[in-house]
């Protein structure tokens, strides 16, 4: 399933909700485009290394429960992050296109 | 041509820089399936069609930024060191991340070789790559290998001697960026090369230019022993900030994302996207193990089954060696006692051989399947999910879930956890790490811990003074947590897709494991049992079991005599259940002698007192003396507390 929807990953903004969230506010499965990364500029920056930079789209894989880290897709590789820090990741959430 | 030549492997962590290494030098580098285990870098040599080749394994970074040491050791290496090749190793199945680590290595202006490895794992995503379209795009030889069953890996060597003869013709990618982006850094580079000609022999003049519009302190700092160093720096500065205006982001993110972009276009084109995947056993094992509920109860069965396993097999193993060697050492004193005189017979028997046969019979049974144990677990890729489960609980602690990986390393040797503890982002952490994990009984301990108490007392109470420590660790985590000044940093971790661990890959690294641990503990219980005999004939060990007598006796209730084998514990841990062994035979006494009580409190002391000499070692180099012995006098504060409130209350609930 984690990789299905490889060659139509960048449907850039297709069918935006509009409204910018936090990616902690996504469900599992939810699917989103970055706007942009808060907090200090080695966080940002480590951020964007691993791949998550402003208009990639993302999906979240997993939550943990209880604020716990939330492991999402990112350019073909799944990434753990912890809440505090996936709170600080702002997303556009996407329509899912229900593997169109 | 050159005979000698040196090269680097370099690339993202996790994608088997460490494996192909050793396919290269026949070497045996620890390799496993989570990202960070390769903390120093390795080097080997082989020969090659006449060439002997030096090799240097780097650590896998995800970038040449100067976001932690390894970075920056790395990014030193390949500019100032020149190495004649970098084999930039590149995880095929997640090609586009691993690219943008490619383009960091163009802009470097390194000579650079593409090994395109784990092809066969893309072809199980569903990826194909062509690998003729990549290196038309890079301007790069690329060579596909699958470096854990060694193909493609002598097309690589010969790839090397090519491009080195010069047999390489394609032109290297040069990377532009956008046009205001590219403008910037085309005026830094013109004003770099005037009043920095020095700096640009070592570095690319290009290079510099844009590491100085992304703030690049470290580079920033070179510029200091400039004269005209602040004139560009300045110039830098104000070019950085028109771009930040002008985006609206910082400019380090406004590059990452162009070379990103370029990388995506690549991994796009080169890659085929052939029948999309189904849902395959590996995925469905990762959605078992890491869901919300589910997965801590299997986190608790697998860290449950390793000390069922290492205790069963241990005890089973140990008692039929125990049998064995029993008639073996009567066989052998019967026949000494042939031609030698009884005192020499007595120092072979009771020192040399007792120690050897102890070492044999009572660490190695528990040792070597918890070695096996740990080696599956790194193997599979399931650390990173016990991370991922662990990252709140360790929170309370100061620390994020990449900690836990360490500190189950903790469980197998305390001196490879405390340098695992680099794995951690900032120097706090690291330190916050290694405090909690040389509190966590190695495999040394847990001869201890099971070999007397689990053996003699019974498993559950061993398995209580396991949890027991567990909480001492929570505790003392969070105290430290709360003394040590800083701020927590949060969770960033890669997790790798589970694989089948490899029948020959776990035998060679328990192999491996296995022999350091005789080479270094064996000669040591040797000595320390002979050291053990001789004190008694010259009847040292009265003097030292007086002296000892108050905070033996009466404080820990122990018998005067184990405060031998605990300060000789210091060399070793398993040392301290041997020396108890070869204290007690003097007495005339055997380890059953010993109450319940006496044995949980000399497990328990022994558990938590003092890390053993190696890793005071590591912790001294990784930290430094003062914190190396401030965690010292904490651990053995504690374990004489704990032990004579251990024995005040035990002796109250099992005795009366």
């Not at chain 2, 320390?528 to 010259?538: E, H, K, N, R, W």
């Amino acid at each position: 399933m984690r990789f299905r929807n490889r060659r139509n990953r960048r449907a850039r903004g297709a069918q935006s909700n509009g409204g910018v969230t936090s990616l902690t506010s996504l469900g599992e499965g939810e699917k989103g485009i970055v706007t942009k990364a808060m907090g200090g500029f080695g966080l940002v920056r480590r951020l964007t290394e691993m791949g998550i930079t402003p208009g990639i789209e993302i999906r979240v894989l997993r939550k943990c429960a209880f604020h716990g880290p939330v492991e999402l897709e990112v350019r073909g590789v799944a990434l753990a992050l912890g809440y505090g820090v996936a709170s600080k990741v702002f997303v556009t959430p996407l329509k899912d296109e229900a593997d169109a | 041509m050159p005979n000698q030549l040196r090269i680097a492997l370099a690339g993202n962590a996790n994608v088997g820089k460490s494996v192909i290494f050793n396919q290269l030098t026949g070497l045996n580098q620890i390799v496993g399936n989570w990202p960070g285990k390769t903390v120093e870098r390795a080097e080997g040599t082989l020969h090659f069609k006449g060439h002997t080749i030096h090799i240097i394994d780097l650590p896998g970074i995800y970038s040449l930024s100067t976001f932690s040491m390894e970075e920056i050791v790395s990014r030193d290496y390949i500019s100032i060191e020149k190495p004649d090749v970098i084999v930039n190793v590149v995880d095929a199945s997640a090609l586009e991340r691993n690219l943008y680590f490619t383009m960091q290595l163009l802009e470097l202006e390194a000579p650079i070789i593409v090994a395109l490895n784990q092809v066969d794992f893309a072809a199980k995503k569903g990826l194909k790559i062509d690998v003729e379209k990549l290196s038309k795009a890079l301007g790069v030889p690329v060579v596909p290998t699958v470096a854990i069953t060694g193909s493609g890996i002598d097309e690589l060597l010969s790839t090397v001697i090519a491009t080195v003869n010069g047999e390489q013709k394609r032109k290297s990618l040069k990377m532009r960026y956008g046009r205001e982006i590219e403008k910037r850094v085309q005026a830094i580079e013109k004003l770099a090369s005037s009043k920095l000609s020095q700096l640009c022999t070592v570095y690319p003049t290009r290079w510099i230019a844009i590491k100085l519009l992304e703030r690049d302190a470290d580079v920033a700092g070179k510029l200091q022993n400039y004269e005209n160093g602040k004139e560009v720096l300045k110039f830098a500065e104000k070019s950085a900030g028109e771009l930040e205006k002008m985006h609206g982001e910082s400019s380090p993110v406004i590059t990452t994302s162009e070379r990103y972009g370029l990388a995506t276009k690549i991994a796009n084109a080169v890659t085929i996207v052939e029948t999309p995947p189904r849902v395959s056993l590996e995925q469905k094992l990762d959605a078992w193990t890491t869901h919300k509920f589910l997965g801590y109860p299997i986190l608790a069965m697998v860290l449950a089954s390793m000390f069922a396993l290492i205790f069963l097999g241990g005890n089973f193993i140990s008692a039929g060696l125990d049998y064995v060697f029993g008639i073996f050492t009567a066989y052998i004193e019967s026949v000494f006692l042939l031609f030698l005189p009884e005192i020499a017979v007595n120092l072979i028997t009771d020192g040399i051989l007792a120690g050897i046969v102890a070492g044999i019979t009572i660490a190695l049974p528990y040792i070597v399947p918890f070695y096996i144990f740990l080696a599956i677990l790194e193997d599979s890729g399931y650390l990173p999910r016990a991370a991922f489960l662990m990252d709140n609980l360790m929170h309370k602690i100061g620390l994020h879930g990449k900690a836990f990986i360490p500190l189950i390393l903790g469980y197998g040797c305390s001196v490879p956890a405390c340098i695992g503890c680099r794995i951690m982002e900032t120097e706090r952490e690291r330190f916050l790490a290694a405090f909690v994990v040389v509190l966590i009984p190695c495999a040394a301990r847990t001869v201890v811990i099971l070999g007397l108490v689990g053996r003699f007392v019974g498993l559950h109470v061993a398995l209580a003074l396991y949890a027991f420590d567990l909480i001492l660790v929570f505790i003392l985590g969070r105290i430290a947590f709360k003394i040590v000044p800083g701020e927590p940093v949060g969770l960033i971790v890669e997790m790798p897709s589970y694989r089948r661990p490899s029948f020959r890959n776990i035998i060679m690294k328990t192999w491996s494991r296995t022999r350091d641990f005789v080479y270094v503990a064996f000669p040591i219980i040797i000595v320390g049992s002979l050291v053990i005999v001789a004190f008694d004939a010259l009847g040292v060990i009265d003097y030292i079991t007086v002296a000892a007598s108050p905070l033996m006796s009466d404080w820990l209730g122990l018998p005067p005599v184990t405060s031998i084998p605990l300060v000789f514990g210091i060399l070793r841990k398993e040392l301290t259940l041997i020396l108890l062994q070869d204290v007690l035979l003097q007495q005339g006494m055997v380890l059953q002698d010993l109450t319940s009580v006496q044995m949980i409190v000399f497990a328990l002391v022994t558990m938590i007192y003092i890390p053993c000499l190696a890793t005071i070692a590591a912790c001294k180099r990784e930290f430094g003396w003062k914190r190396a012995i401030a965690i010292m006098t904490v651990d053995i504060a504690f374990a004489l507390f704990l032990g004579g409130l251990a024995y005040r209350f035990l002796s109250l609930t099992m005795l009366t």
